[in-house]
């Protein structure tokens, strides 16, 4: 990759595809900021280019390192536009990425109903699922969750199939045989095997993941609470250094339900700026989410906070920005400027 991006002389295409594959490999370690650097410079050149079939791929590397920084403004901004790529055939290049990481967006928004249609049109397609699993082996776990939390125990059981399948046929990819030890181990509720997948998973973010989905299954065990603070911890330490603090404060939210309190949080991406006055990055999180619309229970569920701690958060939001209620916010927010213009920039 190196090379190529240093040759002299590279078309349009050449220099695009450069950046989104190096853009895809900084987010597969973990490297989020280095990922939206790199995607965003990769859909500029695409459109100058007039090579809008690439835009899809920046626009998923993008909404998804929003969605690990906890950036809930520009996700949003990026739920409905993978959505329309994925059902009207506007890529070439991997519908069902586009439709998973939609699917990801939607459900933040909105739960796991909102992204029904999504989750079973992956599932139920051959095609689409062997795409998916092929290109992000890490889709599996959390297609198994998406499916489960439907009630859809069916569509969990293809996933887990079809990674399997997968990992037969190529027993040389470290990646895909862990993730399909993931899907298997939630499926069954093994949480041995799921931390045997988390050893597996060489994407520091998927093992990190796996780390939590062990540590949920162990906590629903007095015997096993000690392990389950030991893969909890894991899980934190994994989120944090691969660049997904919101994931971060989940699993720190989880530690303090067992009676271990963590340092610091990893902070929340956001956006900053004068008008924000002296906001935390907690504050600004509030401020964002509640500009778009949510309640206090529904920012609180999405930062892992109480409704109480929110509405104290709001208040000092008031204050600080000068403003008197929730409209007032919104307005004032929307002239702020930050992250979220990155990805109107991108589209």
Known sequence: MDELSARSGADGGTAVVSLLGAADLAFARGDTSAAVDLAARGADRARRAGLHGFLPDA????????LRQGDMSVSAQFADQ???????????????QCAWAAAQLLEVRGGPASAAQLIA??????????????SQPTAAAWLVRATRKLGDEVLARRVVAGAGALAVRNPGLCSVGAAAGHAAGLLDGDPDGVLAAAAAHQDPWAAASAAEDAGKFLAARPAERQRAVEAFESAADGYAGAGAPWDARRVASRLRALGVRRGRHPQYAGRSGPDAGTLTNTEAAVAELVSQGFTNS??????????????????????????????????????????????????
Request: charge should be positive; avoid cysteine.
């Open 59 to 66: 626009h998923t590397v993008l909404a998804l390192s929003a």
């Open 82 to 96: 993978l959505r329309d790529y994925a059902l009207l055939g506007r890529t070439a290049h991997g519908p069902s």
């Open 121 to 134: 049109g992956i599932a139920t397609d051959d095609r689409l699922l062997l795409e998916l699993l092929t």
């Open 298 to 347: 529904q920012v609180g569920e999405r930062l892992f906070i109480s409704g109480h701690t929110v509405a104290f958060h709001l208040k000092k939001i008031f204050r600080k920005m000068d403003v008197a209620s929730r409209v007032e916010l919104t307005r004032a927010w929307s002239r702020v400027p930050g992250a979220s213009r990155e990805g109107a920039r991108a589209s």
